[in-house]
């Protein structure tokens, strides 16, 4: 099994700890990446991607490490603390380079037989946001199972983190961990993902993006061909 991880920090804080953990313990080959060091661009919005192509992009060959690697990967693991009751800048930054991914333009197909976790951490509060920030791009890119594990551990490190949450981390990474192993092969895009996926075969009939159109057509999606099977 071959695992990637993204984290949203260029330290090794507590979610980078918890991420790894997840990783760690389904026995796989993990690859690492961090933000900003590993990849730091802001989207300019030029929509080249999405009218033209994804090597259009100014930022193309500098993302291109982490998009092989999530390509080759089994489970994509998206991790970031908590900012101001979300994602870091630099995970945002970093989705926002894949708009053109998600459903509604040219998914890829080896997504939907994936499976996704979101892992984020706070002092306090403010994890359910920022989970939904990187799910929502897990699920718009096909990704066939998800998980979401976010904690609160009273502590700005995670030497601090107190022996009673720590004890909750652990019991619910080992069960994270043992979901990933046994769905490992076994990935199924659910009825939400099927839905939407339908009502976007339809906006690609309409032809409203050349690109997307063509791009759906050689896949075979406007007919009865499915990227789950």
Same mark, same amino acid.
């Given at each position: 099994? @071959?695992?990637?991880?993204?984290?949203?920090?260029?330290?090794?804080?507590?979610?980078?700890?918890?991420?790894?953990?997840?990783?760690? @313990?389904?026995?796989?080959?993990?690859?690492? !990446?961090?933000? +900003?060091?590993?990849?730091?661009?802001?989207?300019?919005?030029?929509?080249?991607?999405?009218?033209?192509?994804? *090597?259009?992009? +100014?930022?193309?060959?500098?993302?291109?490490?982490?998009?092989?690697?999530?390509?080759?990967?089994?489970?994509?693991?998206?991790?970031?603390?908590?900012?101001?009751?979300?994602?870091?800048?630099?995970?945002?930054?970093?989705?926002?380079?894949?708009?053109?991914?998600?459903?509604?333009?040219? +998914?890829? *197909?080896?997504? !939907?037989?994936?499976?996704?976790?979101?892992? #984020?951490?706070?002092?306090?509060?403010?994890?359910?946001?920022?989970?939904?920030?990187?799910?929502?791009?897990?699920? !718009?890119?096909?990704?066939?199972?998800?998980?979401? !594990?976010?904690?609160?551990?009273?502590?700005?490190?995670?030497?601090?983190? +107190?022996?009673?949450?720590?004890?909750?981390?652990?019991?619910?990474?080992? #069960?994270?961990?043992?979901?990933?192993? /046994?769905?490992?092969? @076994?990935?199924?895009?659910?009825?939400?993902?099927?839905?939407?996926?339908?009502?976007?075969?339809?906006?690609?009939? #309409?032809?409203?993006? *050349?690109?997307?159109?063509?791009?759906?057509? *050689?896949?075979?999606?406007?007919?009865?061909?499915?990227?789950? /099977?």
């Amino acid at each position: 099994m @071959k695992m990637v991880i993204v984290y949203g920090q260029n330290h090794k804080g507590s979610t980078y700890h918890i991420a790894r953990s997840i990783a760690d @313990k389904t026995g796989g080959e993990i690859k690492e !990446f961090f933000l +900003p060091k590993d990849f730091g661009e802001f989207c300019v919005g030029c929509t080249k991607c999405f009218l033209e192509g994804a *090597e259009k992009c +100014p930022n193309y060959e500098k993302l291109a490490p982490i998009t092989d690697a999530m390509d080759e990967a089994d489970v994509i693991i998206l991790a970031s603390p908590v900012y101001v009751y979300h994602a870091t800048g630099a995970m945002k930054s970093f989705l926002d380079h894949y708009g053109w991914r998600w459903m509604v333009h040219r +998914p890829e *197909e080896k997504m !939907f037989k994936k499976q996704g976790v979101c892992i #984020s951490t706070a002092a306090g509060a403010g994890m359910k946001s920022t989970n939904k920030d990187m799910a929502d791009s897990l699920f !718009f890119w096909g990704v066939a199972k998800i998980y979401k !594990f976010g904690i609160g551990v009273s502590a700005v490190d995670w030497k601090g983190v +107190p022996e009673k949450k720590r004890l909750k981390i652990e019991k619910a990474t080992d #069960s994270i961990a043992k979901k990933i192993v /046994k769905n490992n092969g @076994k990935e199924k895009s659910g009825i939400k993902t099927k839905g939407f996926f339908s009502i976007m075969r339809m906006v690609q009939k #309409s032809g409203w993006n *050349e690109t997307d159109a063509n791009y759906w057509k *050689e896949k075979g999606w406007d007919g009865k061909n499915r990227p789950w /099977k």
